[in-house]
């Protein structure tokens, strides 16, 4: 019944005049059917569970700095992010390792590698051996059971239709032997997982909220790996994606970025001694949501890339500081690549005027005119006799001055 509005009720004891009318209309909602249950409660209740969170149970990365911009709860899934190349099952491999070493058990469950390859990597990092060196058999067995003598870490790559019950399974088995040892889960990866769905993006945001309420359901963390989309890959190498600007970078799915506590990308590499660009490489580790901690943070990772050993390299960045850096390289990449494309032109041409070597060296103009203004002033680029153009002698490489038997003209000549 619908309760009667104050006009109703004035109607009421102006023609009736009586206050027993009233009283059986009040009557009358007090008949209305019973609401449900309340769902919320007064926030003073909560007061206690907030007291207690302080005592929750966290995971640690096993980095310091990483463990300070992206705490991670129990209970909770992460993802690492990160192109073809990168490095993210190392990093994956190393952590659940180094879990398994000094805080609980660790399961890998490989759905690209198989097992013995991903336990190969595994003794890489230990050794320090390459992984090829290591598949090749340049270990010996003695140092291979060495490296692989870590009783809380197991590994399967029998990543079936059945994963989402596998892993709970396995983390059941993990509680009862290891009771009070935080469980961690290594997935890789995200995008390769057998999931219900119309179509690929429907089934990987499926297999991401899984293990989101497998995590939450078992107190695990879990780890996933996931690929980048091809456009993503190509801001997270060049470095234009990072941060909270890449939450979206994850192939097929957006489901990602919500289902995750905290998600972290793979971006630049870069070598650590220009002078041995295929030795150590420095790999920047950007924070991009960090639900409990510090978003918008670039940690530099130092990379071994023949045995892929992660460890930290020096201070957290900012975003900001970052995206200026980025900026500026790739400014100083087309500022080389123009002058380079201006020497080219004057080597191809021999001598010319500006307007000549501009056309020969393509690019846009203006990029061009302002590399031929810095080799002049390099004292690469320099000026010689012969027919002015608007006023300006023509040009030619230093360097071939003697060889074409050209006359330079002094500094400050007309």
């Known amino acids: 019944m619908i309760p009667p509005t104050a006009k109703e009720r004035v109607g009421v004891l102006e ?3 009586s206050l027993d009318a009233i009283a059986a209309q009040d009557a009358q909602l007090d008949e209305l059917a019973p609401l449900p249950p309340r769902l919320t409660k007064p926030a003073l209740e909560y007061a206690a569970a907030v007291c207690g969170l302080r005592d929750r149970p966290r ?3 096993g980095f310091p700095h990483l463990d ?4 991670v709860p129990t209970g909770s899934l992460v993802y690492v992010i990160g192109a073809t190349g990168r490095g993210k099952s190392s990093l994956a491999l190393q952590i659940a390792r180094m879990h398994a070493e000094s805080c609980g058990p660790a399961l890998v469950f490989s759905a690209e590698l198989a097992a013995e390859y991903a336990c190969a990597r595994l003794v890489s990092q230990v050794t320090q051996a390459s992984w090829y060196e290591v598949t090749r058999g340049g270990i010996d067995a003695a140092a291979v059971q060495h490296a692989l003598d ?5 590994l399967t790559d029998a990543v079936t239709a059945s994963w989402a019950r596998d892993i709970e399974n396995e983390i059941g088995h993990e509680v009862r032997e290891h009771p009070g040892e935080l469980v961690l889960v290594v997935v890789d990866y995200l995008q390769v997982l057998r999931s219900d769905g119309r179509d690929t993006r429907e089934r990987v945001a499926n297999a991401s909220t899984a293990l989101r309420e497998i995590a939450a359901r078992t107190g695990a963390v879990i780890l996933a790996l ?3 989309s091809r456009v993503a890959a190509r801001g997270l190498r060049s470095g234009e994606l990072v941060g909270s600007d890449a939450t979206e970078v994850g192939a097929e799915t957006n489901s990602i970025e919500h289902d995750a506590v905290a998600q ?3 971006g630049v590499v870069r070598p650590a001694d220009d002078d041995a660009p295929s030795g150590t490489r420095i790999v920047d580790l950007s924070v991009a949501k960090a639900r409990f901690g510090t978003e918008d943070v670039v940690i530099p ?6 045995h892929g050993w992660f ?3 020096g201070e957290p960045v900012s975003l900001a500081d970052r995206k200026a850096a980025a900026r500026a390289a790739s400014v100083e990449r087309r500022d080389v690549q123009a002058q380079q494309r201006v020497r080219s032109a004057l080597a191809a041409i021999g001598v010319g005027s500006r307007n000549k070597i501009v056309a020969a060296a393509g690019g846009t103009r203006a990029s061009a005119l302002a590399a031929l203004d810095e080799l002049i002033a390099a004292g690469e680029v320099v000026e010689v006799q012969g027919r002015r153009n608007g006023g300006r002698w023509p040009l030619a490489l230093a360097d071939q001055v003697v060889t074409l038997e050209l006359r330079p003209i002094e500094k400050g000549k007309a």
């Open 15 to 17: 023609s009736e005049s």
């Open 59 to 61: 995971w640690s990365w």
């Open 68 to 71: 300070r911009a992206a705490p």
């Open 150 to 154: 870590v009783p809380r870490l197991r």
């Open 226 to 228: 996931s690929k980048a």
């Open 264 to 266: 972290v990308q793979l």
């Open 301 to 306: 990772f130092q990379v071994d890339g023949a």
């Open 311 to 313: 460890r930290e390299h």
